[in-house]
């Protein structure tokens, strides 16, 4: 009987080779060639001159500036939302996750246009906006950082909700009630219980936002100005229509070690993090 | 339980309500413009009109860009169901070296920017001829989606007896029959569910679309891309209406097949 | 270490539970719970799932507001006061340890919200671990000891900032049975030795019987009687608390109160009513009645051929039966016997020597003194 179950077993690797075939030659095959091409005759000169340009260098700087505030709003929002779904139950619960999800569904790209029309200065929000009295005139929200900010907070936000809400799920609700007869205040109990037993979740969304956003190409380029461009655009750009391919090659390895280095960035923090709590349990 | 708690708790939902408003505005706001008879994409929509429906769907444009978008959707969701569901029971079931890598080199177009990978992709497109044909988008599309489809039917192997399998070798079953037989029936709302994944993927996908479409040859999303960024029409709003009432039911009919299987 | 009670309360009385009414929705979950404790007794709260014994204990810690009654402790009305300001202690069923805290830091937490400070704050902490045992792992988490060791965790963050009360949710019922045994008296040693007024809650009767000083039994929402565990065994009040609390025969007959007497009567046996009955019980002639005797105070005898023909019902407190299960457990015989009635009637004898020959289908005779049965009401 083993006999058979490994035969039958070990006979599926043939299945994998196809997927793994097209992978190579599709994936990593185009992701080698972009390297390639932005190192031609082995040398570094255009990584050089994307480095020592002043415009290029602040572009990359802008995509990480903007990732973060990105990631930060949706912090922001995300967490209490996830709270909500954690404590929600039946009809809900439904709701809240259909909210969540269903923007998920649509095409980031038609719900970037969604904001162009709903930001534009005769959009709803501007007319809310001077109808409820807080502004006399409609201020710019599209072709702003703004813009860039909800619109990208808007696709990014549902990354965020879920690994926090899993965390969220599965901590011990009596642990609330465990405090809280210890004597310690609503307030309290969250910052030294609730907060710390959530924070692995919101390490998951974090890194997930961040990298995530630094690749982000369509959103800023409908609801940004040519002040707001990022690493995603400029590669676009001279891809496209430049048909500069090595410098273009050459700013998408930045964009992929600036993500690596994200992800290993994020992943000491949250090494770090582990190892602190485990040793100091007591506060002070 | 005390005033400020109440205030508390009263301030906490309303701005649960917003997020939640946020996030379904968008959502939603560009159904009514589209029935607008204005020729702006101005809130609130002037009186109603289905013209901008009927303008899209006489636009030759759009119905060649349908039926391009219809024909790469279903070849990939075809390709990426097959080889994702082989890849899925292969990884379930077998045990090699370097399962791992093979694990990671699966789920890795999930995290790596798109931008770098269209690019990558057009290159070498571009230099074997595949640039600009409907064969180039499917590959494209099918390394994307083929993630989708692997964890989709991976969950659901989870569920799956392994002895059920084995009782059908016994049997004196060849392998294929009780791929056939025993194993695809119950894995079936994984692999439809992986199918529908794939096909929105593929049907929504727009960067790397960008890069591998002409003039000629144009899906739905580039399309939309190229309207929007010349004007913001009504237009368009009919267009993402009907692409959302097709994303909504994709994702009710994944969360119904999907409900009957934890139950 | 004594645990310390506010001047000015009343002294004697620690908690008081004053028609305590709660409904969830349409399902009563409390009705009318009414009772008092005296400071450093040991109260446990006895009854099946869903008795309420739960839920009365959640609204004396303040996770749940009554619909009616009042909560007092020491004399104070906590009814609007938030569970973090009542100064009671709990021990949770899981035990509820921060996970993300070692043992030290978990104890250390009450003393931290309350704002104790320094040298006096670590004394407190090191003083109640080695109370409880566990001197020597303040820098463990909960994750790396044992069930009985988070026990000890949770009673220590429970007793270390010297509450007024407190409340234990099946403390045991984690633990398997061999351990519960030893934490039943390592429990009772530290509250004891700290002098804690203690609410347990608990549906295992043996624990409950072996730790307090008063029981109260809980039934569908209702507090059933109240009394020391002897009280509860020898004078049950109703069925359920005969039946609940270890094993009763439930006997039914008329009453019947000719000739000056007080009897039972059914259609096989013959009863005097027991000297504990009041004057004044209110049965009237031919009323149903029902009385509970334990089962090892049944007393069976052999009887002979001769006797089998005298009647029955001539002498009381006697009648016959049939064997039906004669069941040897070492430390004592169990049998069953069915009267002529058919009501089966369980019996324990430690008096294994002339137990053998009562073998199934032997006809036997019972009898019992009224003064070890119970008259029971409801």
């Known amino acids: 009987m083993f006999g058979l179950k490994r035969r039958f077993a070990n006979s599926w690797f043939l299945v994998l080779v196809p997927s793994i075939v097209v992978l190579l030659c599709f994936f990593v095959v185009p992701l080698a060639y972009v390297v390639g091409r932005s190192i031609p005759d082995y040398s570094l000169k255009y990584y050089v001159m994307i480095l020592t340009t002043p415009v290029y260098v602040k572009v990359i700087f802008l995509t990480f500036k903007t990732s973060i505030l990105v990631t930060f709003v949706c912090l922001l929002l995300g967490y209490p939302y996830a709270y909500a779904m954690s404590r929600a139950q039946g009809w809900l619960l439904i709701a809240l996750s259909i909210a969540l999800l269903l923007p998920f569904w649509v095409s980031f790209l038609l719900r970037t246009f969604a904001w162009m029309i709903l930001l534009q200065d005769t959009g709803l929000i501007n007319k809310v906006l001077i109808a409820t009295g807080i502004i006399n005139e409609p201020i710019g929200l599209i072709r702003s950082t703004v813009g860039v900010t909800i619109g990208m907070a808007h696709i990014l936000l549902p990354y965020v909700v879920l690994p926090i809400y899993a965390v969220m799920r599965r901590i011990d609700h009596r642990l609330m009630d465990a405090a809280s007869i210890s004597g310690a205040r609503p307030v309290r109990a969250f910052c030294r219980v609730y907060f710390p037993l959530s924070l692995p979740g919101v390490y998951a969304a974090a890194v997930l936002a961040f990298t995530l956003g630094l690749g982000f190409y369509i959103t800023p380029a409908l609801l940004g100005s040519s002040r707001n461009t990022m690493i995603g655009q400029l590669i676009a750009e001279q891809i496209g229509e430049q048909l500069n391919f090595e410098a273009g090659s050459a700013m998408a390895v930045i964009l992929l070690i600036l993500t690596g280095m994200a992800f290993g960035f994020f992943g000491v923090v949250q090494w770090l993090g582990k190892q602190r709590l485990a040793l100091t349990g007591m506060s002070h | ?263 | ?378």
């Open chain 3, 1 to 378: 270490m004594k645990l310390a009670v506010p001047s000015g309360a009343t002294k004697d009385v620690a908690l008081e539970l004053k028609g305590i009414c709660k409904s969830f929705g349409s399902a009563v979950a409390l009705q009318d719970v009414s009772f008092q404790l005296e400071r450093s007794e040991f109260l446990t709260m006895l009854g099946p799932s869903g008795s309420g014994k739960t839920t009365t204990l959640r609204v004396i810690a303040g996770f749940i507001t009554p619909d009616r009654g009042a909560v007092r402790l020491h004399g104070r009305d906590v009814l609007g006061t938030p569970p973090y300001r009542r100064n009671i202690g709990m021990v949770f069923q899981d035990y509820a340890l921060f996970p993300h805290m070692t043992v030290a830091g978990n104890v250390d937490f009450p003393l931290e919200a309350r704002g104790v400070r320094g040298k006096k704050r670590r004394k407190m902490v090191s003083d109640i671990l080695e109370i409880v045992g566990l001197e020597s792992l303040g820098d463990r988490l909960p994750r790396q000891l044992s069930g009985g060791q988070q026990q000890r965790v949770a009673l220590a963050r429970a007793l270390v900032f010297n509450p007024e009360i407190v409340l234990l949710d099946e403390p045991l019922g984690a633990l398997d049975t061999k351990l519960r045994g030893a934490m039943q008296l390592e429990i009772l040693r530290v509250v004891k030795r700290l002098g804690a007024t203690v609410i347990s809650v608990t549906h295992d009767q043996e624990e409950a019987l072996v730790m307090s000083d008063r029981v109260a039994i809980f039934s569908q929402g209702s507090l059933v009687q109240m009394g020391s565990p002897r009280q509860l065994y020898e004078t049950p009040q109703t069925e359920f608390v005969a039946d609940f609390i270890g094993e009763s025969n439930i006997l039914r007959g008329r009453f019947s109160s000719v000739g000056g007497g007080r009897e039972i009567h059914s259609t096989c046996w013959r009863a005097e009513a027991p000297p504990s009955l009041a004057e004044h019980h209110g049965f009237s002639e031919g009323a149903v009645v029902a009385f509970a005797i334990r089962p090892e105070n049944i007393a069976i005898h052999r009887v002979s051929e001769s006797d089998a023909t005298v009647s029955e019902l001539n002498r009381p407190n006697r009648c016959t039966a049939v064997v039906r299960d004669n069941i040897y457990l070492g430390v004592e015989f169990r049998l069953v016997v069915v009267l002529s009635d058919g009501q089966p009637v369980q019996i324990r004898s430690r008096n294994l020597k002339d137990m053998d020959g009562f073998t199934p289908g032997t006809k036997i005779e019972l009898s019992w003194s009224p003064g070890d049965s119970v008259v029971l009401r409801g």
């Open chain 2, 1 to 263: 339980m005390t005033a400020s708690s109440t205030i508390a708790r009263v301030v906490f939902w309303l701005a649960v309500c917003a997020v939640a408003a946020f996030l379904l505005l968008p959502t939603v706001v560009i159904i009514p413009i589209s029935f607008t008879t204005a020729a702006n994409t101005l809130f609130p929509p002037v009186g109603f009109s289905f013209k901008w429906y009927r303008t899209v769907i006489e636009d030759p444009a759009w119905q060649t860009a349908t039926i391009t978008s219809l024909k790469v959707a279903l070849l990939t969701m075809a390709c990426s169901v097959t080889l994702g569901t082989a890849a899925a029971l292969a990884l379930f079931r077998s045990q090699f070296i370097g399962k791992t890598a093979v694990r990671a080199l699966i789920l890795s177009p999930l995290v790596t920017p798109l931008i770098v990978l269209a690019i990558g992709v057009f290159m070498v497109f571009s230099r074997w001829g595949l640039a600009g044909t409907l064969v180039g988008l499917v590959i494209a599309d099918t390394v994307l989606a083929l993630p989708f489809v692997v964890v989709s039917v991976t969950a659901t192997l989870y569920t799956v007896n392994p002895n059920l399998e084995l009782a059908s070798l016994g049997l004196g079953a060849g392998p294929w029959r009780t791929f056939r037989r025993v194993t695809l029936p119950l894995i079936l709302p994984g692999v439809v569910a992986g199918a529908i994944f794939a096909f929105i993927t593929s049907w929504d996908e727009v960067v790397m679309a960008i890069f591998l479409t002409t003039a000629s040859l144009r899906t739905i999303p580039v399309l939309v891309w190229s309207q929007v960024r010349a004007e913001i029409s009504p237009a368009v709003a009919a267009v993402g209406s009907i692409l959302f009432v097709i994303s909504a039911l994709g994702m009710a009919a994944v969360r119904l097949i999907l409900r009957d299987e934890q139950r």
